[in-house]
C-alpha cells in the first residue's frame, strides 16, 4: 500500500506561483509506478498535470508546459509541482497520484481505481 499526503496548496492571485508537495509512503508492490500530480474540477473528470517517472522522465498536459515542473526526492520520498504564471483555469482540487507508467505518456490512470493511489487532494484557486 501507498500512502500519499499533499500540501502546498491555498488562493493566489493570476501570475502568481504556488508549490505543491506531496509526500509517499508504503510500497506498491508488483507492476511500475510513476508519481504524477492530477486536478478535478466539479463536474469535470480528473485530469493529468504532470507525470514523472524513475529515471526522472518527465510528461506535461499541454495547459501547463512552461509553466509548472514536476520534480522528486527520492531521499526524501517527496514529489513536488512548482506552478508558476498560475491562471484562473488553473484553479482545481489538486491530487497527488502513484499509477501505473504505462500511462505515463498518456496522462492517464487505470480504470480501476483499485490500481492507482491518491493523496486526499489540496485545493489551488487563482483569482483573477
Known amino acids: 500500500q501507498v500512502q500519499l499526503v499533499e500540501s502546498g496548496g491555498g488562493s493566489v492571485q493570476a501570475g502568481g506561483s504556488l508549490r505543491l508537495s506531496c509526500t509517499a509512503s508504503g510500497s506498491a508492490s508488483g507492476y511500475h509506478y510513476c508519481m504524477g500530480w492530477f486536478r478535478q474540477t466539479p463536474g469535470k473528470e480528473r485530469e493529468g498535470v504532470a507525470l514523472?517517472?524513475?529515471?526522472?522522465?518527465?510528461n506535461y498536459a499541454d495547459s501547463v508546459k512552461g509553466r509548472f515542473t514536476i520534480s522528486k526526492d527520492n531521499a526524501k520520498n517527496n514529489l513536488y509541482l512548482q506552478m508558476s504564471s498560475l491562471k484562473p483555469e488553473d484553479t482545481a482540487m489538486y491530487y497527488c497520484?502513484?499509477?501505473?507508467?504505462?500511462?505515463?505518456?498518456?496522462?492517464?490512470?487505470?480504470?480501476?481505481?483499485?490500481?492507482?493511489?491518491w493523496g486526499q487532494g489540496t485545493q489551488v484557486t487563482v483569482a483573477s
Open positions: 497520484a502513484a499509477v501505473y507508467c504505462a500511462f505515463l505518456r498518456k496522462l492517464q490512470y487505470s480504470d480501476d481505481d483499485s490500481d492507482n493511489y
Open positions: 514523472i517517472d524513475s529515471a526522472g522522465y518527465t
